[in-house]
């Protein structure tokens, strides 16, 4: 794809009210656009990062077994009064329709899918059962803040799992917890298993946290693998480790990006949805709940991956593979061979399945090398008179600091060999 045909360029001035690294980068290299505090347009190259994410969502999701829905974010009143949730979810934002009638707009679905599910279900021999969404949520917040960070329409990704028996919930939540930490290795986060509250509903909960100083969250852990929430921990910073005995805990902020509850028969009780058991008897129908922020994901990707040129996009989720850079140049003939050569390779790669960014703008090579930096694509080949006069092409990878030359040919077998999974 042309850079000059792209909608949403890079801007050299920061937001005046970014409060965040994510904010300010994703905003300058024109990959979100604030509408208000807390709600984002994707640009671009923002939908395709968050696309992206999705997919590895998506992919991990599938491969526990469970079915991708799309339930509607427009909720009526009647189901909340079920549960009992009307005025104790501070966050909902409530609108009034037609006649007086009552609707939320979605901040979670348990009130949606399990009288959905209950229409599904009627004997053990259809549990257990599992579907997931991937959808923006509606929360008001007390404070939209740190661009994608904690916004008021966010992307969420949930999954609701039922089972007949505690035995199986519990053989599920622990499978949810490896395709988790894969979800978020795969995004480039490392990210940390943290015992938290379970809200209401149980005693405990498992939030997926990633550390870094630029986090709301605190959380006390230990090599071994201990971690606890400053909500429910026994510990603080410099104790011995409660669970390892050896270790040290230790005391660290960080982002939460993924949680998982078990619920029980909170919802199932609610709608009054039971199941008939091989006995013939009704039986309880437990359940799970599990959560991922996809847009919250990738401004915390950007929190880690940066440095003070950009972003360093992991090239599991890069906007795009590749970024081609032609420089331009005063001699007419030359700078056509330059575009030529440039969009002679963007073509052959992008027959290759690779994804390309071409710089065909007339700027000079400052400016479209910055502009690279701060896009932040794993991958940058320049073609210029110089590079040319060699039969080659600069490569630069963007977490490297030096570039080299590649000879043109066998360049497109050594882009795809690098940049493809
Ligand atoms: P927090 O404690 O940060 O307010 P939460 O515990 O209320 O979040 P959950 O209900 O557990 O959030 O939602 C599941 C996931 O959705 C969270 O782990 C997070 O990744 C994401 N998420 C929650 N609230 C927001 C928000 N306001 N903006 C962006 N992502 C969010
Ligand atoms: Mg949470």
Known sequence: MR????FGKTNKTAPHDADSTNARLLTQAGFINQLMAGVYTYLPLGLRVLKKIHNIVRDEMNKLGASEIYMPALHPKDVYDKTQRWDKIDVLFKLEGHGEKQYALGSTHEEIVTPLVQQYVHSYKDLPLSVYQIQDKFRNEQRAKSGLLRGREFSMKD??????????????YEKSKQAYLNVF?????????????????????HEFQVPTQYGEDLIYHCECGFAQNREIAEVKDGDACP????????????IEVGNIFPLKTRFTDAFGFKVQGPDRKMHDVLMGCYGIGPSRVMGSII????????????????PFDVHIVSLSNKDAMIKEKIENTAESFMRDLELQGVEVLWDDRDASAGEKFADADLIGIPLRLVVSEKSLAEDSVEWKERHEENARLVKLTNLVEEVTITVLP
């Open 243 to 254: 669970s390892c005995k050896i270790g040290k805990v230790i005391e660290t902020k960080s």
């Open 3 to 6: 850079y000059s045909q792209l």
């Open 303 to 318: 929190e880690i991956h940066n440095d003070d040129r950009g972003m360093i996009w992991p090239k599991s989720v890069a």
């Open 159 to 172: 999954l609701y799992s039922f089972h007949l028996t505690e035995e199986d919930f519990l053989d599920f």
């Open 185 to 205: 290795k795969r995004c480039g986060l490392d990210a940390l298993i943290v015992e938290a509250s379970g809200g209401v509903f149980s005693k405990f909960s």
